[in-house]
T-cell receptor, first 115, second 112 residues
Framework: GAVVSQHPSWVICKSGTSVKIECRSL??????MFWYRQFPKQSLMLMAT?????????EQGVEKDKFLINHASLTLSTLTVTSAHPEDSSFYIC???????????FGPGTRLTVL | GENVEQHPSTLSVQEGDSAVIKCTYS??????FPWYKQELGKRPQLIID?????GEKKDQRIAVTLNKTAKHFSLHITETQPEDSAVYFC???????????FGRGTSLIVHP
């Protein structure tokens, strides 16, 4: 299968700081990327869908000003958690596809801990 | 929109036993049903999938069955091994949708 990487794999930050998570498709061009959040012992919750060169579409209840998504190239999407708080601590996973209806590949995830 | 229910939330079996996880969905137009295995701290991995034009699919110790009339699909793992211990998620893609709805997950524990 195709390779999707995320960086960093884990991050610990202080409350109030911003954290940027990168998602890269290494061997294909990802027109579409999805960002998920997963709290402990819970399911994957879709936060937003982004298409390269367009603004991201956020799911209901997800604050777009708090979770900034940039998908400026066909191989890179970033999620920035602004002014992070302890309740933002979670496992963030990206998923990339060549197109919305193509096979989708998960990144390895980023564990965010906000103190 | 699509709604997916998954049961049980926790399943504990002895090594060698079979394990069955069930999911129901609400959108009769749903046409693709993947199953994922997620180990602690890792990404979900696709283990098997089934499309709506097929009733059953098998891959070694893993099988999935689909009942379109009842709108439910199940994951069957035979001869379970300790390395099968993980959280399993079902998902359903609604008709025309490229965004899956995930079940809540089942924590499978296989005791040696």
């Amino acid at each position: 299968g195709a390779v999707v990487s995320q960086h960093p794999s884990w991050v610990i930050c202080k409350s109030g700081t911003s954290v940027k998570i990168e998602c890269r498709s290494l061997d294909f061009q990802a027109t579409t990327m999805f960002w998920y959040r997963q709290f402990p012992k819970q399911s994957l919750m879709l936060m937003a869908t982004s298409n390269e060169g367009s603004k991201a579409t956020y799911e209901q209840g997800v604050e777009k000003d708090k979770f900034l998504i940039n998908h400026a190239s066909l191989t890179l999407s970033t999620l920035t958690v602004t002014s992070a708080h302890p309740e933002d601590s979670s496992f963030y996973i990206c998923r990339a596809a060549e197109g919305p209806y193509n096979e989708q590949f998960f990144g390895p995830g980023t564990r965010l801990t906000v103190l | 929109g699509e709604n997916v229910e998954q049961h049980p939330s926790t399943l504990s079996v002895q090594e060698g036993d079979s394990a069955v996880i069930k999911c129901t969905y609400s959108d009769s137009a749903s046409n693709y049903f993947p199953w994922y295995k997620q180990e602690l701290g890792k990404r979900p991995q696709l283990i098997i999938d089934i499309r709506s034009n097929v009733g059953e699919k098998k891959d070694q110790r893993i099988a999935v069955t689909l009942n379109k009339t009842a709108k439910h699909f199940s994951l069957h793992i035979t001869e379970t091994q300790p390395e099968d211990s993980a959280v399993y998620f079902c998902a359903a893609y609604g008709g025309g949708s490229y965004i899956p709805t995930f079940g809540r997950g089942t924590s499978l524990i296989v005791h040696p």
